[in-house]
């Protein structure tokens, strides 16, 4: 009975390892691709900054979908935060950044009418979202997730 349970702890080290690898794996790709600041990193998630008015968050989830999520102080991002979606995007899916950036566009042009919106793409979903915060005045929130769908 205790070789089980060490073996089970052993196996639960192991796993919980190997998500913290591979986010921080992660997190050196998205780093790198975008030339983000990393502000914090746990296990399974991360922070940075890119600019006074954008940050990047990633949600790491292995050996599940991972996530990286774009977020601009106010109601019209410029041209640079969707190539910085688009780019860590890319790190996180390896769907082409243009790719991503194109959909970012449409979604975002979207929400900026319905607060928020969606576009499918094979193996992601982009969804944007347009709001005002009473501390922060309007923010602009785009994230881009894996899924099964790899088509």
Known sequence: MRALLLALSLIGLTAGSAMADE???LVEKVASETGAKVDQQRSD???F????????TLACSAPNFSSVGAQFRGASPPERYYALFGRAGHAVT?????TITEAAHRAQETATRMRHSNVDLGGARVTCSAMVSPDKGPLTLCAVIENSNRS
């Open 94 to 98: 390896g769907i082409d950044a243009t």
């Open 49 to 56: 900054t890119s600019g006074e008015d954008m940050t990047l």
């Open 23 to 25: 986010c921080g794996d």
């Open 45 to 47: 998630y991360a922070s």
